[in-house]
């Protein structure tokens, strides 16, 4: 009478314990599905973003060779050589610039880089505009990364610093800026 008392009606049968069972199998077997196919996407994602990396870096290199070739050229009032040359610049530059929503860049020291990015909301919000701006700082003399700091990802109520760690500790400059653009987007959009 105590026992009934204590595990009042419905019980938990032996049929409907090996349900249950299959239950959080079947949950089990579908939760390691998504997990497998967000690692599937994940992989996706880095591709397609080292592949975006590298155009851009190509276009920045580009963009120098082209700068370097107006500073070594001597331009007369009626040299239309380089107005040609000067369109495919700036259309590069803002291409550049409309990839990766660079707004503004510049040296604060020789050893520190300071990005700004603007980020849209994501289209159909009200929200304005959002600014990331990260501070790379290197190591005196060297092009190893000694640390970044990050403006305004705080507003978006994203913690940086496990991910500046990882990335500080690889010296990879390029996944870091990756890394936080990426997590910023997906927080504008959630």
């Not at 239309?80 to 803002?94: G, Q």
């Not at 913690?159 to 997590?183: K, S, T, Y």
């Amino acid at each position: 009478m105590l026992l009934r008392q204590t595990h009042p009606h419905p019980r938990l049968t032996i049929p409907l314990a090996d349900q249950k069972l299959a239950d959080q199998v079947d949950e089990m077997q579908s939760l390691s599905d998504q997990v497998q196919a967000a690692k599937q996407k994940a992989k996706g994602d880095k591709a397609r973003l080292r592949t975006v990396a590298s155009e851009v870096e190509n276009l920045r290199i580009e963009a120098a060779e082209a700068e370097k070739a107006v500073k070594s050229t001597q331009m007369e009032e009626d040299d239309n050589r380089l107005v040609p040359l000067y369109n495919w610049f700036t259309a590069s530059l803002a291409l550049q610039r409309s990839i990766s929503n660079l707004e503004d860049s510049h040296s604060e020291s020789e050893n520190e880089l300071r990005l700004t990015y603007k980020l849209d909301p994501p289209s159909g919000t009200d929200s304005s505009s959002h600014h990331i701006t990260i501070s790379l700082i290197f190591a005196p003399d060297t092009r190893r990364l000694a640390g970044a700091q990050i403006t305004g990802f705080e507003e978006l109520g994203l913690e940086p610093g496990d991910m500046v760690d990882a990335h500080v500790q690889v010296n990879d400059v390029h996944g870091l800026v990756a890394a936080i653009l990426a997590r910023a987007r997906a927080a504008m959009n959630t």
